[in-house]
């Protein structure tokens, strides 16, 4: 059913991230599709890396791990930007074209009072993606 899953992914929220990282790497198995864990970084990420090429770097040895831990097939892609929490989301947009995804597993937190001003990342990529979106609750 899906051939190519994407999964935006920041390697400070690694944690955070995991519950969608298992939901997506399930369904990989479940569709024999591909994997691939989009970043968008930029300049010195202090809490992860000093570049964004280290920033590469690590999180395709994350993308390893994942790959050998879930028996799939797991690419990294970082796309280096120059203010990602202004970027993100048409950044994802591009990537989806870039990856070939049929399919988004995003996390997400609970939505609360704020979401009512202004969306989640995750609510403005699943109402503007041309691919299906499954947002993961952090929660569970």
């Known amino acids: 059913m899906f051939k190519h899953i994407m999964v935006p992914f920041d ?7 995991a519950k969608a990282i298992k939901v997506a790497g399930d369904l990989a198995r479940r569709h024999g599709s591909r994997l691939t864990l989009i970043s968008v970084a930029g300049g010195i990420n202090g809490m992860v890396s000093h570049s964004v090429e280290e920033y590469r770097r690590l999180l395709a040895a994350y993308a390893a791990q994942i790959e050998q831990a879930e028996g799939i097939d797991v690419d990294s892609k970082v796309y ?61």
């Open 11 to 17: 390697l400070a929220a690694k944690e955070k991230l």
């Open 80 to 140: 280096d930007v120059p203010d990602p929490s202004a970027e993100v989301d048409r950044t994802l947009m591009e990537a989806i074209d870039d990856t070939g995804a049929d399919l988004i597993v995003m996390a997400s937190h609970q939505p609360g009072w704020v979401e009512y001003l202004v969306s989640s990342h995750a609510g403005r990529v699943a109402a503007h993606a041309p691919v299906s979106v499954f947002v993961v609750r952090n929660q569970g």
